[in-house]
Nanobody, 113 residues
Framework: QLQLVESGGGLGQPGGSLRLSCVASRFTLSSYHIGWFRQAPGKEREGVSCISSSGGTIYYTDSVKGRFTISRDNRKNTVYLQLNDLKLEDTAVYYC??????WGQGTQVTVSS
């Protein structure tokens, strides 16, 4: 059974930074494209960023372009999402996903002054 575990969420201030991690277990992450999604209270889950298996193709949703950076370290079986210049509207539970059907449990990001 494929498993993903997110970590790194917490309380951030506007303009601050957080780094999220997504660690895969029981499978080799390097074979998969990975996506980060988020779900804010009362809203639908939305795609934030994704990275191809090689790392050569990266996508960001418009609202995070220039602020978030996705990366992967296949040796560590981990994908990262660096969140910079945090905004109040970045508050959400962040999830990583592979294959469209495998989700982690999520990590809460709260941006507040």
């Amino acid at each position: 059974q494929l498993q993903l575990v997110e970590s790194g969420g917490g309380l951030g201030q506007p303009g601050g930074s957080l780094r999220l991690s997504c660690v895969a277990s029981r499978f080799t992450l390097s074979s998969y494209h990975i996506g980060w999604f988020r779900q804010a209270p009362g809203k639908e889950r939305e795609g934030v960023s994704c990275i191809s298996s090689s790392g050569g193709t990266i996508y960001y949703t418009d609202s995070v372009k220039g602020r978030f950076t996705i990366s992967r370290d296949n040796r560590k079986n981990t994908v990262y999402l660096q969140l910079n210049d945090l905004k109040l509207e970045d508050t959400a539970v962040y999830y990583c996903n592979v294959r469209g059907d495998v989700w982690g449990q999520g990590t809460q990001v709260t941006v507040s002054s």
